[in-house]
T-cell receptor, first 116, second 113 residues
């Protein structure tokens, strides 16, 4: 069974400061890794994903994440945040079950609060 | 529409009533997933379909929960004899193929009084 831990439930940060949202996972097999963002009163939107290849993945809105297999981590970073980045961020994993479905296991979420 | 849609967006019901939640996936998407998200938590997998076939229902909490996708497009999640603990956001997602990226709908907020 796979699991995802988001170590911080809330991260307050000032506008234009850098931010890192932490995610660790456990799985007995190879996985895909995802970050989703949920803005208030909206659905989940894909930020970025790691499937294979380069361990540094770039996503939308200036976010990037780095897959570290030895530390089983997939931390999300942004060098300079904006007020509009205030949202809930979810890390998720799925096991590589080719053509058999892609059930996502989510972490508990991290609320990013950007202050002026 | 271009995205996944869900209806109703909000549903308030009394304990013991049955409810049906609808998901309309992106046109042509093979796979459809249902998740449940309690307040302050991440979504949890309930069940999924490839075309009209239910592939995995291991996440359904008990036999009061059922889902169908009879024509391989729209899906309905039904909860019978609702209980207060069923209150949550119910999210639907679809993907073009079983292993491709999932796109989520806005969710249905269910409140059981």
């Amino acid at each position: 069974a796979q699991s995802v831990t988001q170590l911080d439930s809330q991260v307050p940060v000032f506008e234009e400061a850098p931010v890192e949202l932490r995610c660790n996972y456990s799985s007995s097999v190879s996985v895909y890794l995802f970050w989703y963002v949920q803005y208030p009163n909206q659905g989940l939107q894909l930020l970025l994903k790691y499937l294979s290849g380069s361990t540094l993945v770039k996503g939308i809105n200036g976010f990037e994440a780095e897959f570290n297999k030895s530390q089983t981590s997939f931390h999300l970073r942004k060098p300079s945040v904006h007020i509009s980045d205030t949202a809930e961020y979810f890390c998720a994993v799925s096991e590589l079950l080719h053509n058999a479905g892609n059930m996502l296991t989510f972490g508990g979420g991290t609320r990013l609060m950007v202050k002026p | 529409g271009a995205g996944v849609s869900q209806s109703p967006r909000y549903k308030v019901t009394k304990r013991g009533q049955d409810v049906a939640l609808r998901c309309d996936p992106i046109s042509g998407h093979v796979s459809l997933y249902w998740y449940r998200q309690a307040l302050g938590q991440g979504p949890e997998f309930l069940t999924y379909f490839n075309y009209e076939a239910q592939q995995d229902k291991s996440g359904l909490p008990n036999d009061r929960f059922s889902a169908e996708r009879p024509e391989g497009s729209i899906s309905t999640l039904t909860i019978q004899r609702t209980e207060q603990r069923d209150s949550a956001m119910y999210r639907c997602a679809s993907s073009q193929t079983p292993s491709s990226t999932q796109y989520f709908g806005p969710g249905t907020r269910l409140t059981v009084l």
